[in-house]
């Protein structure tokens, strides 16, 4: 568990406080964990700055890690800054340092996906998704997977969104239910 102070939660349009939000929406203890990490980063209220996320110190939630680099925008693409061992795995290769449209192998709706990250950088919210996807890599491995994320914009100033940090986490499913795909106001 990462502890953050209590004047540290980033409050929600009503209220609520984005830790709280998180909770309401998965019990996944990995996602819980990331959120209070990130936000532990960040002064209160505002956005984090990703030059104080030091990942280092959380090694067992980086296989689930996973940046974009929004520095040139997203007119190009979703540009992988940095992929976890776990995402690596799911994908079926290093998606390090290219474009999350020519490596996603998902069956879903991957514009919907693809949407949620442009408005994540565009309005400067976090964004969840919670759904069941067949990822096919060509490969014997083709499977149904659960996957949780949670993804939440960092910014240097304030202002301007430069990167956006993601937790995923891949359980196996053997059903189905109606996908969760949310922005999250700040």
Same mark, same amino acid.
């Given at each position: 568990m990462?502890?953050?102070?209590p004047d540290q939660h980033v409050r929600f349009k009503g209220g609520m406080h984005l830790n709280d939000k998180i909770r309401n929406l998965t019990e996944?203890?990995?996602?819980?964990? *990331? $959120?209070?990490?990130v936000l532990s980063a960040s002064e209160a209220g505002s956005?984090?700055? *990703?030059?104080?996320v030091n990942l280092m110190t959380v090694p067992d939630l980086v296989p689930n890690i996973y940046v974009i680099d929004f520095r040139e925008g997203v007119e190009k693409g979703l540009l992988?800054? *940095?992929? =976890?061992?776990k995402i690596d795995k799911q994908f079926g290769q290093n998606i390090q340092g290219k474009y999350l449209e020519d490596t996603y192998t998902g069956n879903d709706k991957r514009e919907i996906l693809f949407d949620l990250y442009r408005k994540c950088f565009v309005?400067?919210?976090?964004? *969840?998704?919670?759904r069941v996807v067949f990822y096919d890599e060509g490969k014997d491995n083709a499977r149904y997977r659960?996957? #949780?994320?949670?993804?939440?914009? $960092?910014s240097p100033n304030g202002v301007d969104v430069n990167f956006g940090? =993601?937790?995923? $986490?891949? #359980?196996?499913?053997e059903s189905s239910f109606a996908p969760i795909y949310r922005v999250l106001d700040f």
């Open positions: 990462y502890f953050i102070d996944n203890k990995l996602i819980i964990d *990331f $959120c209070d990490f956005l984090p700055d *990703f030059k104080n992988m800054k *940095f992929s =976890g061992t309005e400067k919210n976090p964004v *969840f998704a919670n659960l996957s #949780t994320l949670l993804f939440i914009p $960092c940090i =993601g937790m995923v $986490c891949y #359980t196996n499913s």
